[in-house]
């Protein structure tokens, strides 16, 4: 059994299917809800940790003061070794405390599209990872490639969107954990980001996708988290 624990930076954006993933395989789950002024755990309390995605960027500390300490925790996890996967922001936030740049992108991406496989040979990356598969995306900002780290998946819209760092870091741009109550709850709260864009569907577009694009999107999902997880019991 593992201790996971995510970090949560506002109501909309939780662990999705994450945490369906960490209940099939008997794992404890815990959180902090970082715009609550939850506290952060011990790191030594915890097998692997997920940072969550937030409309905030990473540098937003004047509005957001709770980011400036969940990067010094975040930045002692990497030096740490400690597992960890971040999600959208949470790639963002790995990519900053590594040193790299965090900003603007060309295009804001939101909605269903492609992903190209880079590499599939860094940690809780698997083997055999599809040259290509569909996602769930809903990001402005990107970042550059941290020194040192592996690239892995790129899309036409955005050419840095994962990235691994040393033997226990996976940072990913995009949205695997996705579920259509995820969707509808950015598309609620969100609705400012749906300016019509070159990579930016519409709420209907993003509501119609049916359930197999789910399906295959969690499958790769698991196969992610599984080998996380391998690797933290090795």
């Not at 970082?34 to 905030?56: A, K, R």
């Not at 960027?57 to 597992?83: C, N, P, T």
């Not at 995306?137 to 990235?163: I, K, M």
């Not at 519409?202 to 509501?207: F, I, T």
Request: hydrophobic share 40%; net charge negative.
């Amino acid at each position: 059994m593992l201790r996971i624990h995510y970090f949560q930076h506002v109501s909309f954006e939780g662990p999705a299917h994450i945490e369906a993933w960490a209940r099939s395989r008997g794992h404890r789950v815990s959180s902090s809800r970082l715009d609550l002024s939850q506290p952060l755990p011990p790191l030594e309390e915890i097998d692997l940790l997920v940072i969550l995605g937030g409309p905030m960027g990473v540098d937003d500390e004047k509005r957001f003061q709770w980011l400036a300490e969940e990067k010094r925790y975040l930045e002692h996890a990497v030096r740490s070794e400690k597992m960890i996967l971040g999600v959208c922001l949470g790639a963002q936030l790995v990519a900053r405390v590594l040193g790299a740049r965090v900003f603007q992108n060309a295009h804001k991406e939101i909605g269903w599209f492609p992903l190209e496989c880079v590499s599939d040979r860094a940690p809780g990356w698997p083997c055999g990872m599809p040259e290509r598969f569909d996602a769930f995306h809903w990001h402005g900002d990107t970042f550059d490639l941290p020194r040192g780290s592996v690239h892995l998946a790129r899309s036409r819209a955005c050419e840095n969107q994962a990235f691994s760092y040393g033997p226990a870091t996976l940072a990913l741009q995009f949205h695997l954990e996705a579920t259509a109550h995820s969707v509808s709850q950015l598309v609620d709260h969100c609705p400012q980001d749906l300016r019509p864009g070159a990579y930016t569907q519409s709420a209907e577009q993003m509501k119609a996708v049916p359930a197999p694009v789910f399906e295959r999107m969690h499958a790769l999902l698991f196969r992610i988290l599984d080998g996380l997880s391998s690797q933290v019991m090795q």
